[in-house]
């Protein structure tokens, strides 16, 4: 039951043609376009296009609380519950018409001069996937004004500091959350952050802790025990302990995009790509699934490469096309490693860097760097590392030959 | 254990916390490409031919197009929906020439793929007075429901090509023609 899937597979089947409306991509020689002119099919029964099924929950349960909210348009509990939802969704296929659809609901609220601290947070949590940190960060401000102990702005203001590598301010938020979300927040919320400062065996011990007394929580909270597990076996280097954990966060959240990513990442490091395609299968509606599911048709020298290749990038020119200012490390890794353009990888990577400092956004920048025979441009990751103390055996090795090259550099005539 | 499962933990965050998770991730967003081109005339009206392509995931979320609710939008759901489709299209958008409204003719529907999946093509021609100069167009296409929608734009006239991306807050445009 795929919720919203392979429609990007349905475009290969089409015949070749000429595309009037994608726009090429930019560094790569491309092949012709895999898309025909506008057409009319033929037969009735002719599918173009997946879209979430009325027979899921969610959506059922989506359209109930839109049907609700029509009914009653002036209640900011339904509007809540509806913007959440659309988040959830949007976050667990990958898609982000559902952050937009979130905002709508929101509107109203926020075109008041002093919205509810409620609307100010789901709105601060689409900024956020937006990655529009600062903005989400601002509006994250502003409920704590209105009210300094809601615990869900703590905690995204925690996860936003985190993933700009403010990690001394993302304690100060970690510790904010105990007044009304309770202990094992916190030490979640802690954990996270030790694992990305050189403490990844305290974080272990302290999400083994709460993963014991999970057991009767939702599904979806036991699953973001066992990603953040699986993360952090990955920092000490216990692949055996990492790969059970992301095999029981999919089967307590099965299809979930952002798991499904992370895992796939985890197999490509692992030199299992076959494994990427058959998780993937049904997720190629998703452009972070589609970029692993073409990384490993790379791995595999599949001979459909090069069309995966052209809709990864088509897809990241409409990005660009609809003036959406965001580059992220998926860019980086198709210009390096789909476009085998280091230039233009560093430079994306770079101005990722100024944005977000997840371990994924230095592994990229360094490797990069590296590509590109620019050992220097990496420098503020690597001062960055040394800083923060981030164990991970792959980005580790990685900083100590950039180190090393910088350094014969130096002592050079 | 029992009893201080509630010390432990807040019902209500444990999900929140699960959605922080949603980080870091790059994703198609809502997008329609309207390209118009105009056939400029000093004796007749100025003709404006129009080709539309909006997502069918965006279709579907507004006027339901998957009847059986199976998860998959077939060309014979579509093919019913076309006229709502149009109605819906058509009531979002205006196009003026100096200051005049033009008459829109739909002139038929197709399929349309795209990277990020398949679109209904809407084509039409808009009749403007003679001798135009100046074209408006005011688009307002699931702005209600989506702020984060973008119109993508191009308009071609003579030699010149204009483009401009149509969001809630350029949502009206004026080109020379």
């Not at chain 1, 959506?59 to 509806?82: P, Y």
């Not at chain 1, 993933?163 to 105990?178: F, R």
């Not at chain 1, 000490?236 to 990442?265: C, I």
Request: with cysteine; charged share 20%.
């Amino acid at each position: 039951m795929g919720r919203v899937s392979a429609a990007a597979l349905a475009i290969l089947a089409m015949p070749l043609g000429s595309a009037a409306t994608v726009a090429t991509p930019g560094a790569a020689p491309a092949p012709a376009p895999p898309f025909q002119a506008p057409y009319t099919p033929t037969n009735d029964d002719t599918v173009l296009q997946e879209v979430p099924s009325a027979s899921d929950p969610v959506v059922r349960q989506m359209r109930l609380l839109r049907g609700k909210l029509d009914a009653d348009a002036g209640s900011v509990v339904i509007a809540e519950q509806l913007a959440q939802t659309y988040i959830d969704f949007g976050r667990q296929i990958g898609d982000a018409h559902y952050a937009g659809y979130a905002e709508a609901v929101l509107a109203p609220w926020l075109l008041q001069p002093s919205p509810p601290a409620v609307v100010l947070v789901e709105y601060a949590t689409i900024l956020q996937y937006r990655h529009q940190f600062a903005d989400a960060r601002r509006e994250l401000k502003r409920a704590l004004h209105l009210d300094p102990h809601n615990a869900q702005a703590w905690l995204t203001l925690a996860t936003v500091d985190m993933v700009q590598g403010d990690y001394e301010t993302a304690g100060h938020d970690c510790t904010q959350v105990a007044v009304s979300g309770g202990y094992a927040l916190v030490i979640a919320c802690t954990a996270n952050l030790r694992s990305y400062i050189g403490q990844a065996q305290q974080s272990l011990s302290l999400l083994t802790q709460i993963d014991g007394q999970a057991r009767a929580m939702p599904a979806g909270f036991r699953s973001w025990l066992q990603g953040l597990l699986a993360e952090t076996s990955e920092r000490l280097g216990d692949w055996a302990q990492a790969e059970v954990h992301y095999r029981k966060a999919l089967s307590l959240t099965p299809e979930d995009n952002f798991l499904m990513v992370a895992y796939a990442d985890f197999l490509l490091d692992r030199k299992r790509p076959a494994e990427v395609l058959t998780l993937l299968e049904n997720a190629s509606q998703s452009d972070t699934a589609f970029l692993r599911i073409a990384l490993a048709k790379s791995a595999l020298a599949s001979p459909d490469l090069p069309l995966y290749t052209w809709i990864m990038g088509a897809r990241f020119a409409a990005l660009k096309e609809r003036g959406s200012d965001y580059f992220g490390r998926e860019q980086v890794r198709f210009a390096l490693y789909l476009q085998h353009d280091p230039h233009a990888a560093l430079d994306l990577a770079q101005r990722n860097w100024e944005v977000q400092r997840a371990p994924w956004d230095a592994r990229v920048l360094l490797e990069a760097a590296q590509a590109a025979g620019q050992p220097q441009a990496a420098f503020a990751a690597l001062a960055f590392l040394r800083k923060t103390g981030l164990q991970d055996p792959i980005i580790e090795p990685l900083a100590r030959r950039i180190d090393a090259e910088l350094k014969s550099a130096a002592l050079a005539p | 254990m029992r009893q201080s499962r509630g010390l432990w933990f807040d019902a209500a965050l444990v999900g929140i916390a699960a959605a922080l998770a949603s980080l870091a991730q790059a994703h198609s967003a809502s997008d329609a490409y309207l390209t118009l081109t105009a056939q400029n005339s000093t004796v007749s009206d100025t003709v404006v031919h129009g080709q539309w392509d909006i997502a069918l995931r965006d279709l579907d979320f507004v006027l339901k197009l998957d009847d059986n609710g199976d998860g998959r939008i077939v060309w014979g759901e579509l093919r019913k929906h076309q006229k709502a489709v149009a109605d819906y299209a058509y009531s979002n958008i205006v196009i003026m020439a100096d200051g005049k409204a033009c008459r829109i003719e739909p002139t038929g529907q197709a399929v349309d793929n795209h990277a990020d999946g398949a679109y209904a093509a809407l084509f039409f021609d808009a009749f403007c007075g003679a001798a135009a100069s100046q074209l408006t167009l005011d688009y307002r296409l699931f702005f209600r429901i989506d702020p984060s929608h973008r119109g993508v734009f191009v308009l071609r006239s003579g030699a010149k090509v204009a483009t401009a991306v149509l969001s809630p807050v350029n949502a009206r445009i004026e080109l020379g023609l």
